[in-house]
């Protein structure tokens, strides 16, 4: 294993500028033939051509049609003495889809065949320059048994299609935009299709095919609408239309990741493509939705402008996460809608990013190395890199991002380019903006890792009606990194009145008002902002719709708290104000004596917020939703995951008995039989009543009462949609009610047939709240169910990364049983699948912030995993980081 760092980046000694590639498809064996025109770098005269590959046989090789010489060094094939003119070089290998269970590269799935290039994967499929910024054109022929194989797809257009000897068929594809090859795709298998024309904006026509197994088009209406729309939106926000004449998306069962945006055939987890309202739920639907928007923003940002190496990952995903973040708030709609999914994202930022950047595999949003690249498709590169793209957004207005975007393809379209390519495209559109002025220390947010902390402090004075607010920052070292410099921070704020009126505000030496809302921006370690005319003491709204992925100390008092959730205009604030009460009460019991009773001004507070006839049922449901217990461990030097349960149950305990005729009225307030339809309105109140009856249960199971258990299971019997019978099903698992486990016998037998659903059952299982050590022990014993397999990413994820990523509880045991199994399992599907089990390796990161006797045992468990020789590089570079 190999470290590869940014600063070694050299452009390649060739170009290959057309392709075309025929596969004879077979599961055993496929036959590759590979005719690239290639063209020597006229700035590296006389180098050698070294040709990546991995795991695939090779025939022979020609050099404008006469056979040459070659070595071999390592996996990479190397050729010397090549023409110094574009010449002919075409290879022949083959490869073996139906052995290829790391599912990179072509592989089989369920009888048919299905490639995954990004990021190294085009490498395992024929030798090739197989880095982003060779781009080129490509011809492929596909030949394969008609029978077994009806369905022929690749990049672009078909151009040719016919019946060969032996029942075989083919089909020949071609796409004229020049792509590097991370961006190749092939599907070749037994499928059906949802299709639709539309006209665009622009006037032109396009056909859209979505392709599933048979059985499963009733679930593709909702992908459909929902690329239907994406298409829409690009056209109407940026300017920017689909390239093809068709656009296809394809499911398949077993993916490494969400979905992959392969120039004119997206290739989709069926996770991710697959919804109907019998078997789907709100959360699976948004995810869908913005899921096809993503892969279809892809392509302007990520395949019209790529990237220019691997290091620059940020540059397609960070702006590509931001876009779709944008989208799925605009098709949610109302002011409050769009808070609720900026809640949404934030609240998965911090419960993915922070830790990592807290963390052994903290780095930049533009890493300076890694062994293995496929572990930095990481939260850091996705949703830090999108919050740095807001934060860009923000400084410049929506506006000026707009023309931003618009120099950037104008000056970039069809290359291959570098993070500093955006930020200098969105700076230069917007000249004299607080971007363009402070340009450089802004880009430390793509060259630092770490969260950066910002402390605020305001100070009154009464007489003379000026507010001063203190803001700094700073931020910790990681690893690499010890020290730092000054980010440049917006801080989008306001200054709330007791009474909950909001403040004019006007800066000290400026004539004009700003309004109620401005956005500081903070550069230096330390900045005072003095505001003039403030009538009374204000409590300071800081950091308005998380405009900066900071760390936020207020240090509010409880009072400050109560008057931003009950009056801030800002919804993000109101429920982070209800957050950092419930926050301040889990951590005082944690630090304490392990207990707390929730105070009479707590409860009323909630009470208020869930009774209140203005606020949206989905936001209601996030501010009395109790901040996770992965949260929680943030906020502390020393973890120790048992008391961290045990304290925030309690909290939720008491929650669900004081406001029991609160959680009554909501949920027969909420609560609805009618049709489905998955817009953010409905889904809220499902939201809303799926957690009063989780409350209701609760209450209900601890207190011997059956009333709400029974009330649950027949809502789990009658439910007409999968949030609701789910919801219900959930709320009696995570009580332990007696009826949870035949009502999870019969949504088993009910399911059997719909993986994603078995899926679910799974999962559910595995998050349950840890008690007496029933749930790890559930979940242990459910690797032996017929139906678990560790084989398909999607069923391995739903019980383990379940239980050790997302039940702390159930994992974290004093007897180091979940630690156990935690490097059994990391070492099992290593063997398989090396992407899956350096996932999984992850679960452990922070184990030097675990209490003893967690710590010792973590260390221990992590250290038998790197003792082993034979560990993929994935596994290998995550479990030395973990140590070092
Ligand atoms: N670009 C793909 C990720 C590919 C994963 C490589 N291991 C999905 C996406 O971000 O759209
Ligand atoms: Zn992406």
Redesign the pocket.
């Known amino acids: 294993a190999q470290l590869i760092r940014r600063e070694d980046y050299a452009a390649p000694a060739f170009w290959i500028r057309t392709v075309d590639l025929t596969f004879d498809l077979d599961p055993a064996k496929t036959l590759v033939i590979n005719k690239m025109t290639v063209e020597p770098n006229a700035e590296q005269p006389g180098a050698p051509l070294r040709l990546d590959g991995e795991d695939i046989n090779l025939l022979r090789v020609l050099v404008d049609g006469e056979p040459v010489s070659f070595r071999t060094e390592g996996s990479q094939l190397v050729l010397e003495n090549l023409p110094q003119q574009p010449f002919h070089l075409e290879i022949r290998t083959t490869c073996a889809p139906e052995k290829n269970t790391q599912l ?1 590269g072509l592989y089989t799935s369920s009888g048919g065949f299905f490639t ?1 290039c ?2 190294l994967g085009f490498r395992r499929i024929t030798y090739f320059l197989d880095r982003p910024d060779v781009m080129a054109t490509y011809k492929v022929t596909l030949k394969a048994d008609k029978l077994k194989y009806p369905v022929l797809l690749s990049n672009g257009n078909l151009v040719e299609e016919g019946v060969l000897e032996g029942g075989k068929h083919f089909a020949v594809w071609v796409d004229p935009h020049p792509k590097p090859c991370y961006l190749f795709a092939l599907v070749a298998a037994d499928l059906v299709r949802r299709e639709q024309r539309i006209r665009t904006r622009a006037g032109k026509d396009h056909l859209l095919q979505i392709y599933v197994r048979a059985g499963d088009l009733d679930k593709t209406e909702h992908a459909m609408n929902s690329l239907i729309a994406s298409i829409a939106w690009d056209e109407a926000k940026f300017g920017l239309s689909l390239d093809l004449e068709r656009f296809m998306i394809v499911a398949v069962s077993d993916f ?6 392969n120039k004119g055939l997206n290739i989709f987890n069926t996770k991710f493509v697959l919804a109907n309202p019998a078997t789907a739920t709100d959360v699976d639907f948004g995810n869908v939705e913005s ?1 096809v928007a ?2 279809y923003f ?1 392509n302007w940002t ?1 395949n019209r402008v790529t990237c220019r190496d691997w290091f620059q990952l940020s540059l ?2 960070g702006l ?1 996460v931001f876009r779709d973040q944008q989208f799925s708030q605009d098709m949610a709609g109302s002011r409050s809608a769009r808070a609720v999914k900026r809640i949404e994202d934030v609240r998965t930022l911090r419960q993915l990013q922070f830790p990592e950047d807290a963390g052994p595999m903290a780095h930049p949003v533009r890493p300076d190395s890694y062994v293995a ?2 572990n930095f ?1 990481t939260a850091t590169v ?1 949703e830090k890199g999108s919050e740095v793209v807001r934060m860009m957004h923000t400084l410049v207005g929506d506006e000026g991002f707009r023309k931003g975007m618009a120099l950037y393809f104008e000056r970039h379209d069809g290359q291959a380019v570098t993070c500093d390519d955006f930020a200098q495209a969105i700076a230069d559109a917007n000249p004299g903006s607080e971007l363009a002025n402070r340009l450089e220390p802004f880009k430390r947010w793509y060259a630092q890792a770490g969260t950066p902390r910002v402390t605020a402090r305001g100070s009154y004075d009464a007489d003379n009606h000026i507010y001063t607010l203190s803001l700094s920052q700073r931020s910790a070292p990681t690893p690499g990194q010890p020290d730092k410099a000054p980010y440049v921070i917006p801080v989008a704020m306001g200054l709330v009145g007791r009474d909950g009126r909001q403040i004019n505000l006007q800066l000290e030496g400026h004539l004009n008002s700003l309004g109620h809302d401005t956005v500081l921006v903070l550069s230096e370690p330390e900045q005072t902002f003095t505001f003039v005319h403030v009538p009374v003491e204000p409590v300071p709204s800081l950091l308005r719709g998380f405009s900066a992925p900071v760390v936020l100390e207020a240090e509010h008092s409880d009072d400050a708290l109560f008057t931003l959730l009950s009056h801030d205009h800002d919804p993000f604030n109101r429920w982070e104000a209800g957050q950092q009460l419930a926050l301040n009460r889990i951590l005082a019991a944690v630090r304490g004596d392990g207990y707390i009773e929730l105070d009479a001004r707590y409860l009323h507070a909630m009470r208020e917020v869930l009774r209140h006839p203005e606020l949206d049922a989905a936001f209601k449901e996030l501010v009395l939703t109790l901040p996770s217990e992965a949260y929680v461990a943030e906020q502390l030097d020393v973890v120790d995951p048992q008391r961290i349960h045990t304290v925030r149950e309690s909290l939720k305990r008491q929650l669900a008995h004081a406001l029991h005729e609160d959680w009554i009225w909501a949920w027969e307030q909420f609560h609805d039989n009618g049709a489905y339809s998955p817009d953010a309105r409905s889904a809220g109140h499902r939201a809303l009543a799926n957690l009063a009856l989780a409350m209701l249960v609760l209450d209900g199971s601890l207190r011997q009462n059956p009333i709400w258990p029974g009330k649950a299971l027949q809502r789990f019997k009658d439910a007409t949609n999968m949030t609701d019978r789910l919801g219900a099903l959930q709320a009696l698992v995570n009580a332990h009610a007696e009826l949870a486990g035949p009502a999870l016998e019969r949504f088993h037998a009910q399911f059997k047939g719909e993986a994603l659903v078995i899926d679910k059952w799974f999962t559910l299982q595995a998050t349950a709240p840890e008690h007496d050590g029933k749930v790890f022990a559930r979940a242990r014993a459910l690797m032996q169910h017929p139906d678990f397999t560790l084989r398909t990413p999607n069923r391995a994820r739903s019980l383990l990364m379940a239980l050790c990523q997302s039940n702390p509880a159930a994992f974290h045991r004093t007897d180091a049983a979940g630690y156990v199994f935690w490097a059994d399992r990391v070492i099992e599907i290593d063997g398989i699948n090396p ?1 899956l089990a350096a996932r999984l390796a992850r679960a452990l990161d922070h184990w030097r912030r675990l209490a003893e006797p967690y710590r010792t045992a973590a260390r221990e468990a992590i250290s038998r995993v790197a003792a082993r020789p034979e560990l993929s590089d994935d596994v290998r570079e995550i479990v030395t980081r973990a140590l070092q």
């Open positions: 990179s995954q990004e990021a490494n990741m969400g979905a992959m945006e899921v993503h892969e892809h990520g397609k995903e590509t690249i496929d498709y996705y992407q």
